[in-house]
């Protein structure tokens, strides 16, 4: 006979055959439950079946009775084991017919689902590894372009720096020249003293409102040519509005006798101011005020210039007679021959070292300082 697939010969209960004593009792557990353990469960029942026998015959003896009473002990112990391995049994049983109900079909449809777990695992991972290794590479990638394009990189970045400067530098002057915002409000002057400087700031008004970078500088110095004292100046700007003229006025060398008094000449022979006095610290030049103009003049205010400052106070006149025979005066009362403006540092010097050897020696005696030849000072007695 062809057994069924899943079939376990184990669990088909036993035929009884002629061997066997009786039916068993209802209530009793048959042999199939006895499996395993029937060999001790069935030695317990034997006692008690005796002795269930002798109490249906009448027999009682203490032998008997004690029997009884092991016998009925055994019973109850035998029902207790064999309750307690049924139990177990019908658990294997339940575990077995479970496992063989599943089939080939379920097992095989279980491993598929394992291995395509596993299958879909392996594809996680390895898709996740595979996203690293793209990342790496990219970044090796990138690291390797850096390190090629360094040297047009740098280059790049200088052009696009020198462009910048240069976009702002166009720009600043464009704003500089052309824009409102750089234009002319205010004027300061500085320096004067005999110059009015509200003249001087009202004669360049018409400067007002143009951009700084485009101030006139040839309008300024037609306007400030009609202030005769004005020596020199120099204009400076503050952006982003104001424009700074510091004037340098000219300053009086000598003295000019005139009808009204004294004219206060400068080297240029420019009269800067009239004073009716003589000032205690300018030398009076002796020439002819029409003569302001000529060489000899110029001479003259040459060598007071090239006085040191502690020594010009101490020259009472200067004249001269041609450009190369200039004379001063002391106010000591004695007399310098200077002879030409040439080397007039190194004669002043060696004024300055004849005096002081003088006034050692006799200060009260008028004398005659020779430095015409600068290497060769002479002092002579005035006769």
């Known amino acids: 006979m062809k057994r069924p697939e899943g079939f376990d010969e184990r669990l088909t209960p036993r035929q009884p055959s002629g061997s066997d004593h009786a039916k068993p009792a209802p209530g009793q557990p048959s042999g199939a439950a006895r499996s395993g353990r029937g060999g001790r469960a069935a030695v317990r029942e034997r006692p008690a079946s005796a002795a269930r026998a002798r109490a249906s015959s009448g027999a009682a003896t203490p032998t008997d009775a004690s029997a009884g009473a092991k ?3 055994g019973a109850k112990d035998g029902a207790v084991v064999k309750a307690g391995a049924g139990a177990k049994d019908a658990t294997d049983v339940s575990a077995t017919l479970a496992a063989s109900s599943r089939g080939p079909k379920d097992e095989a449809a279980a491993r598929l689902r394992q291995e395509s777990a596993a299958a879909r695992a392996r594809v996680q991972e390895a898709a996740q590894a595979e996203r690293v290794a793209r990342r790496a590479r990219k970044l090796a990638e990138r690291t390797e ?9 740098h280059r790049r970045a200088a052009w696009i720096t020198v462009g ?13 020249v052309y ?8 004027i300061e002057v500085v320096g004067t003293s005999r110059i009015d400087r509200t003249q001087v700031q ?8 143009t951009p700084l970078a485009r101030v006139n500088l040839g309008e300024i ?3 400030l040519a009609a202030f005769p004292l004005i020596a020199s100046y120099v204009t400076a700007e503050e952006p982003p509005h104001t424009l700074v003229v510091t004037i340098t006025e000219r300053q009086p060398v000598v003295a000019v006798k005139t009808s009204s008094g004294y004219a ?12 009716p006095q003589k000032p205690a610290n300018l030398p009076e030049a002796t020439i002819d005020p029409s003569k302001l103009n000529s060489p000899v003049f110029r001479t003259m205010t040459a060598v007071v210039s090239s006085l040191p400052a502690p020594m010009r106070p101490t020259v009472a006149s200067v004249t001269a007679s041609t450009a190369d025979d200039v004379t001063l005066t002391l106010t000591s009362g004695s007399n310098v021959v200077w002879g030409s403006p040439e080397h007039s540092a190194a004669k002043a010097t060696l004024l300055a070292a004849l005096i002081k050897d003088h006034q050692a020696r006799d200060p009260q005696t008028k004398v005659e300082y020779d430095v015409s030849a600068p290497d060769n000072g002479i002092i002579r007695s005035q006769g």
Request: aromatic share 4%.
């Open 71 to 73: 016998d009925g002990a």
């Open 145 to 153: 372009v850096r390190r090629f394009t360094r040297r047009s990189r």
């Open 164 to 176: 910048a400067v240069v976009a702002v530098f166009a720009l600043s002057i464009v704003v500089a």
């Open 179 to 186: 824009s409102p915002i750089m234009a002319l409000t205010r």
């Open 202 to 209: 009202r004669a360049l008004d018409g400067q007002l409102g």
């Open 221 to 223: 110095k037609q306007q």
């Open 264 to 275: 206060l000449v400068d080297p240029a022979g420019i009269v800067v101011e009239s004073d």
